[in-house]
């Protein structure tokens, strides 16, 4: 009996392997080389080109090109076709397309047919759903986008629906509070530009204060 059981999650293991879509699961990986690269979002990788900004678009828009026959062909790609990296692949060079929001709501609305499938992360859904609002002069609804206050290095959300319920709201989706959200993104930016900051005698970013999971955030 043991031996039959094992067997059966072993042709299942295997089943789910060959469902999967190598091809594709590695090209959004190189993909996303690229994307980092001209994003800038690692220092060792970026371009100090006067003309960084134009192959960045030139990037960005070949990028569209194929994800755009991706979205057509597959619909969103969930964990069953390219693994959850490569489903997060997919999510992220679409984040960076702001200057096409009509696709990013369209990716938005295929992406939350797998949610509710749990084929792909809520968390990610909802960066995409701010990203989608912001960049259609909505405000959004998790606070993933942020801005900070150089004269302290402490981030804060970008335009945001009720700041009262916001933590609920960021919960339902698996995010953590927005204080502890905000903390993070304040620490990271600090050290990306701790020489700028500490030139200026700033040692450190500005904390929202923890109180028991309380909402300080209204208060700041």
Known sequence: MKRIVLTLVFLNSL?????????????????VIWDQKVAGFQPEHKIDDPKRKQFQ???FTSHYGRLQKILSDQGYPGFDLVGKQGSRDFWLLVQHLDK??????????????????KNAS????????????????RNQ??????????DSCQAFPRPTENLESLNKRRKEV???????????????HFRMNKDNYENRGIKGPKLYVLENKKTSLIKR
């Open 15 to 31: 089943l789910a392997f060959a469902q999967t879509d190598i091809a594709l699961k590695d090209s959004l990986a190189k993909m």
């Open 174 to 188: 698996g995010l953590d509070s927005i204080e502890e959200y905000l903390n993070k993104m304040s620490e990271l």
């Open 122 to 137: 809520s968390g990610d859904y909802a960066y995409l759903t701010d990203r989608v609002r912001l960049n259609t002069s």
């Open 100 to 117: 096409w929001p009509d696709f990013q709501q369209k990716v938005l609305d295929e992406m939350k047919k797998q949610v509710l499938k």
């Open 141 to 150: 609804l998790y606070g993933t986008q942020v801005s900070y206050n150089t």
């Open 57 to 59: 678009d030139s990037v």
